[in-house]
């Protein structure tokens, strides 16, 4: 499952031109910044995000 969703992921990124994976990298970063503390409306989404990058 995780394989097929990294897979999925990857396949959507080389879909992407090199404006938007800045803003992809940038948009990573700020859900970071935001998770460390999160509000309660979203702790869903961070949830989301930790899974996305392994952590």
Not at 4 to 23: E, K, N, P
Not at 28 to 51: F, K, T
């Amino acid at each position: 499952m995780v394989l097929f969703m990294t897979s999925g992921l990857f396949a959507v990124l080389a879909g992407f031109t090199g404006a938007d994976i800045a803003l992809f990298r940038k948009l990573n970063h700020e859900l970071g910044m935001l998770c460390q503390a999160p509000p309660s409306q979203a702790i869903r989404v961070c949830r989301i995000h930790a899974r996305l990058v392994g952590g």
